[in-house]
């Protein structure tokens, strides 16, 4: 196994998940990072979709935001707010969404929106931004997150984007049109979720982890897949292509 | 050149924005009208329903001048960096008053608008169910779908009282191209009841008749047209001027406390006449740094026999 | 330049078109792609659903020839002449078939293809309320707005099985450029299952990356390109060619019996085996009546740093 | 009074109603005649939009059908079908809009749909087109129609487009926001509608016409109006622009 940063391992493990034609909805930082880097092994053919309605973005750079005006010079397509949630979104045509938060809970839901209640807020976040679209309408959401006790609570806060919200069967009944949560993946390990029940369970430990350490930084004792795997190692290959992608280490720190 | 709808934005702010009014400076990270948010921050309009997707820097410095009472938004954070401190700190502690929010989500608030835009009724969207918002929002509602049975979520339409668009470049009655990220420039001209609408260049009207594909906005529904170079800046116009990114990261730290925000304010906003007098404080060598090189389109035909 | 999608429209056709399909070929007025519609007729396609707001000539041909089962459509005339022959024939006559309609005015038609792209569960719109054609087509529904009790004119998304689309000019794999009167092209495009594209032109995809705001289909949507050049006469593709206004009208001639019809088609569709087989039996002088002088637009800069 | 054809007189007329600064829906013919006309004298701030979505159009010569490539070199704007509809129309951003139809009746309904019944049509015509959403949208709409006994009648076969539907009264409750009918055209007079019944009445003879010439070329007793005017006859000015407009006569006929 090459040497890598936590966060090395995470965008490694995620661009994994990237099937080559996939449409993948892109924030920046570390979901751009990993969607890059897919684009450069398995996924040649990956359409990376922004939600400021760019798609189809060559960057000469590092995009600072999703509004970055590198996205725009020579893309495939642009269009207006509304005809990006509308047309794509809504659509029915991004198969990956990737999701981040402040707090995810064993369903899969994510809290961007506030820490305490929501009229009496302890700390306010940014709020949904395009995070509920995007999870009520991709085919897989992915979230990578460091695996922290303060960001995995057995129920949300606030409800911002949903997972499979109080499980699968109930979920089942909002109709939503997404598939729902696919992937948690850590620094530790990478999570699935139950096909029944919709809780989410580790599937695979990154190398070197034990499923105790799993649960010392998981404030529940998380659920095991039937046949839990071992992720395999960050290849030479996907971190020198990985690091050419950020060579100020703006995100992979 | 017939001078059309030309006034300053002074004349323009005085004449169209009031107190209590609502209001949409539009763009999503591209195109921001940091001009007509500082001219308004200078005639110390009070009251202001603030309204867009992304508040981005020039809201939080409205809040922090006092000038918001309501916030309508559906992602407060500055795009990149983090928090916006100055709302936090008007939501949280009241400072300097405090301002009460209108949250979506970005499908949601641009649907208003596209709905404020198309006077629809209200707008069926495939999000919000089983979000934890629409119970804090009563604008979001559902309706039973006529042809399936199934819940769905709606949205009201939103006509501000007036918008701010930033243009690329428009002639002097307001028929104006935009490019690069459109965002929701065309809804929110098309929505509000009164537009301003601020350019890079106010060119003939030929050069807008030469690409009637590209003129998201006609001028029938403009009432004023300001002839604004960098009024964007620290944002960005796609072909003129780049994101200002350091701003957008040293924001963070003038908004650590509200005394330091306001000495910004003080300097930047309140210390100038207009964006003329702003730009001449800006360093040549940093906005030499934002100047792109030009990257053209190919041009197409529009013939006809 | 990568081969990508490219096709001919006998393979695209053979490939995407089966008997029964619910088809689209976009286009109001503009880039009505007759080549698509000939070569559908000349593979014999039977029980189609026929959808556009405009039938136009190539649908009254298609209905003509048989293909034809059910018509859904909004303005069924012969654009500035008057009635097509054809589609009265079938309908008032059954000849050569009884056809069945499914009709609605262009808002609530175009509003069905919109809500289809955007795969929206229903969209209401101001129309049909105190119009007899509600009560004769049971897709147009009302639901009670929950905001102001008002009953609301609806219509459902229509997501036909094929669309067709020409455009001026796309890259190999799809990503098309499309200007002038857009119609609804990209509704098309985004609503259908499978999507044909013809082009006047195949370009370098850098061609069409120095423009995306034109790029109104993006590739990923798109099943089969076919470089058809003249593809829409007697329809017209602005900037390269003009509207053949003297054959709508002898369409009105042509067709004045169904024999009559069928003469036309036996030597101008079932008597040629392609496009280019079509053209070259047109006079070059009447070609370059049609010609058009350029008439280019204006470049922008899509510069970043 | 100038010499002038039947078409002549009514594009004179119907010219008189669009002030400066109108939003005007246009149609081919006669309608495209009555806006250019009306821009090259009182209205030279008129904005045309066209179906087709073309908005601000400057036509180099006599454009042959809605959709004509003349109305889109040197527009100022053109947006797609949807768009048009939905921002224009339903947007309530048009004044004025011209229909025509094969029937009208005393409420100003249209008829273009078919004769006889829909099932079983005796003619099928081509439809509503835009008309039903014309007429629902638009502030005023204004018919030109020659004055036939068979196109006015007292009921339409079939209702295609509103107009007062079966009286004011009850139209209101459908709450369109369009303004209704505002006046019909003539060869042989102005109608306009009766604001309480929403009838339509003889407001003004055109020259030479006399209330019993309307009387016998109108299936019913139509109503006059309080105070019946005399239409002033096109001058000079008007003839002589109108057909500097259609010099070939594809309309003035």
Same mark, same amino acid.
């Given at each position: ?62 995009p600072l935001s999703?509004g970055d005006p590198c ?42 929106? %506030?820490? =305490?209640?929501? @009229?009496?807020?302890?700390?306010? /976040?940014? +709020?949904? $931004?395009?995070?509920?679209? *995007? ?29 499979? %919200?109080? =499980?699968?069967? @109930?979920?089942?009944?909002?109709? /939503?049109? +997404?598939? $729902?949560?696919?992937?948690? *993946? ?34 529940? @004792? ?32 | ?28 990270t591209h195109?921001i ?46 795009p990149g ?151 964007c800046h620290p944002s960005y116009v796609q072909?003129?001027y780049d994101r200002d990114n350091e701003f957008y ?41 934002l ?15």
């Amino acid at each position: 196994m090459s040497e890598c940063t936590p966060s090395e391992l995470m965008v490694a493990v995620a661009a994994r998940e990237l099937k080559d034609h996939d449409t993948v909805l892109v924030g920046v930082g570390i979901p751009n990072l990993a969607a890059n880097l897919a684009k450069k092994l398995q996924a040649p053919n990956l359409v990376m979709v922004y939600e400021s309605g760019a798609v189809g973005s060559n960057p000469t750079r590092m995009p600072l935001s999703i509004g970055d005006p590198c996205l725009v010079t020579g893309a495939k397509s642009v269009c207006s707010m509304y005809e990006q949630f509308a047309y794509y979104l809504q659509g029915g045509r991004i198969d990956v969404g990737f999701l981040g938060g402040a707090q995810i809970d064993k369903y899969g839901n994510i809290n961007s929106t %506030v820490i =305490g209640s929501y @009229k009496t807020p302890k700390v306010r /976040l940014p +709020g949904s $931004g395009g995070a509920c679209d *995007i999870a009520s309408n991709v085919k897989k959401i992915i979230v990578i997150t460091p695996h922290e006790k303060r960001r995995f609570v057995e129920k949300v806060d606030f409800l911002t984007s949903p997972g499979f %919200v109080d =499980g699968k069967e @109930k979920w089942k009944l909002l109709k /939503l049109q +997404g598939g $729902g949560p696919y992937a948690v *993946i850590t620094n530790l390990c990478t999570m699935k979720f139950d096909d029944v029940t919709g809780e989410m369970m580790v599937a695979s430990l990154h190398p070197g982890v034990t499923i105790e350490k799993v649960w010392e930084n998981t404030p529940w @004792k998380v659920n095991v897949a039937a046949k839990l795997e071992q992720t395999p190692p960050p290849t030479e290959r996907e971190i020198s292509a990985l690091r050419a992608l950020d060579p100020s280490k703006t995100y992979l720190g | 050149m017939s001078t059309g709808k030309l006034t300053t934005m002074k004349e323009a702010v005085s004449k169209y924005v009031k107190d209590g009014d609502e209001i949409y400076l539009a763009g999503f990270t591209h195109m921001i009208p940091f001009a007509a948010g500082h001219e308004i921050m200078r005639q110390k309009r009070k009251n202001l329903t603030l309204c867009r997707a992304t508040p981005d820097i020039i809201y939080d410095q409205m809040i922090a001048a006092g000038c918001c009472k309501k916030l309508m938004f559906s992602y407060a954070g500055n795009p990149g960096v983090g928090s916006l401190r100055c709302f936090r700190r008007a939501l949280e502690k009241g400072v300097p008053n405090k301002i009460e929010i209108d949250e979506y989500s970005h499908f949601g608030l641009s649907g208003r608008l596209f709905a404020g835009a198309t006077n629809m009724h209200f707008l069926p969207m495939r999000t919000n169910i089983g979000s934890d918002l629409p119970p804090q929002n009563p604008n979001l509602k559902t309706v039973k779908d006529p042809y399936t049975g199934d819940e769905v979520s709606v949205v009201p339409p939103l006509k501000p009282d007036v918008a701010v668009v930033h243009v690329q470049r428009c002639d002097s009655n307001g028929n104006s191209h935009i490019w690069g990220i459109i965002g929701e420039q065309k809804d929110a001209a098309f929505a509000a009841r009164k537009v301003i609408i601020s350019a890079e260049e106010i060119v003939e009207e030929s050069v807008i008749r030469s690409d009637p594909n590209r003129t998201l906005i006609p001028d029938f529904v403009v009432h004023a047209v300001v002839h604004e170079p960098w009024a964007c800046h620290p944002s960005y116009v796609q072909g003129y001027y780049d994101r200002d990114n350091e701003f957008y990261m040293q924001w963070d730290e003038i908004t650590k406390e509200h005394d330091s925000t306001m000495k910004y304010l003080d300097e930047w906003v309140f210390g100038v006449e207009n964006r003329q007098q702003y730009m001449k404080k800006i360093q040549q060598e940093k906005i030499n740094k934002l100047l792109p090189k030009p990257c053209m389109s190919a041009p197409v035909s529009y013939g006809s026999v």
